[in-house]
């Protein structure tokens, strides 16, 4: 085989011109390839950690059946009363993988400047288990800050944070205060006293103008009641997330309790688009990338073997078996792809470490702030790609090379001209 292999590299070097142009295509197809599956990597990853951690959506959802059905018709039929909220914390306690179960309760209402109202929707939370959801983010969104101004407080109940069309809607600042009015759970007008201590961006912009962040106890007083619409469950790590389902899914039918749990993926129906819609772009990218690669392949091979011919009329007749010259071919092309391949890994390292030195920046969906930009090494995608290019190639050369041992004759080649 080292005989073989020297062959090879010396008709590759013959022809270095036509071999270092498949070369350099070979490792093109290697770094588009890989810089697009690290980007697309990227995104699924960043916009997964923004819904679960900075976002503090959570991995799971509890809710009382039927509240996504018919909830948001008539919401105060399907709350979580205290001790339904009890026994849900203790089931969860007994497994190690959760590691907070927190309540939310959604809300709407006029939200007022003491002038002029407007209506508002609300995300009702405990501000420390928010904090805690975020702080477990990882990579460039952890060190992103959503909101401009204070942190929402657990004993500062009456303190909210707007969303920015919103504030400039009532013409408010932080530190202004104004109230809010709803209708009680019993149906009774109730009003409460706010503080303005942040704005942020809405991840929707047909939202902007309407969104609140509150306390829970404040929603709750505004609400008059001490239930909650749903309870957010964190885990240790995210694939855990089905088999944490099924254990509360267990518990509640052992306890009688009349929950349904979704997962973050079905909370987030925008999150699987994209990451479908990415995965049919990258299978575009793949065919069109290797089908260029194998072009060139084949095309290098029928070229050599056109101005080989009378070699390969010498090889044979010297005994050189037909299946020896498509060999021959194969191993160039091989060679040809090895060396493609590597050379295409060092570019996608090169693109890589340029852009985590230079940090380039940019505002993904779902993100309404300026994030660095992030390309990530996925050992799949390298491994697949230079294995799928090496057989490709070998593929590619196969054709060609097998036209040329069995479509002439041996006479045919050496008196080729």
């Given amino acids: 085989m080292s005989a073989w292999v020297k062959i090879a590299i010396r008709n590759i070097i013959k022809n270095k011109r036509r ?46 059946k039927g509240y996504l059905e018919e909830g948001k018709l008539d919401p105060t039929r399907f709350l979580i009363k205290d001790k339904e909220l009890e026994a849900i914390k203790e089931i969860c306690k007994g497994d190690p993988r959760i590691l907070l179960a927190t309540p939310k309760l959604e809300v709407t209402g006029l939200v007022s400047n003491g002038k002029v109202s407007t209506i508002f929707f609300a995300n009702a939370r405990v501000p420390s288990d928010t904090e805690f959801i975020r702080a477990k983010s990882s990579g460039m969104l952890a060190k992103l800050k959503l909101f401009d101004g204070k942190k929402l407080e657990d004993e500062v109940p009456s303190a909210v944070g707007f969303s920015s069309g919103l504030a400039r809607k009532l013409a408010m600042r932080i ?101 479908d819609m990415f995965d049919v772009i990258f299978i575009f990218v793949f065919v069109i990338v290797f089908v260029i690669v194998v072009m060139s392949v084949v095309n290098t091979v029928s070229m050599s073997i056109l101005e080989r011919t009378r070699e390969i009329g010498t090889l044979r007749a010297l005994g050189l078996k037909r299946a020896g010259v498509v060999n021959l071919f194969v191993i160039e092309s091989l060679l040809m792809s090895v060396a493609g391949s590597l050379l ?63 479509e002439k004759s041996i006479v045919d080649d050496l008196g080729y001209v």
């Fill in 19 to 64: 071999s270092l142009y498949t070369i350099i295509a070979i490792a093109l197809g290697f770094a588009a390839v890989n810089i697009f599956g690290g980007y697309t990597e990227y995104m699924f990853t960043s916009l997964k950690n923004a819904f679960i951690y900075n976002y503090a959506n959570g991995h799971l959802n509890i809710f009382k």
């Fill in 175 to 275: 530190g202004d205060t104004g109230n809010l009015m709803a209708p009680t759970v019993e149906g009774m007008i109730n009003a409460v006293d706010i503080d303005l201590y942040q704005t942020f961006e809405s991840p929707m912009a047909e939202l902007n103008d309407k969104l609140i962040d509150m306390n829970l106890k404040l929603a709750q007083n505004l609400y008059d009641t001490t239930s909650v619409g749903s309870i957010t469950v964190l885990l240790s790590e995210t694939d855990l997330t089905n088999k944490a389902r099924a254990y509360l899914l267990g518990e509640f039918n052992r306890t009688g309790l009349e929950m349904e749990v979704k997962t973050w993926e079905e909370m987030s129906p925008f999150y699987v688009k994209v990451r």
């Fill in 344 to 406: 295409g890994l060092v570019m996608t390292l090169i693109v890589w470490y340029a852009i985590k030195v230079t940090e380039p920046t940019w505002v993904p969906p779902q993100i309404t702030r300026a994030v660095p930009l992030e390309v990530f090494l996925v050992p799949g995608y390298l491994a697949g790609s230079f294995f799928s290019l090496i057989v490709l190639s070998a593929l590619a050369a196969v054709a060609p090379a097998r036209r040329a041992a069995y």
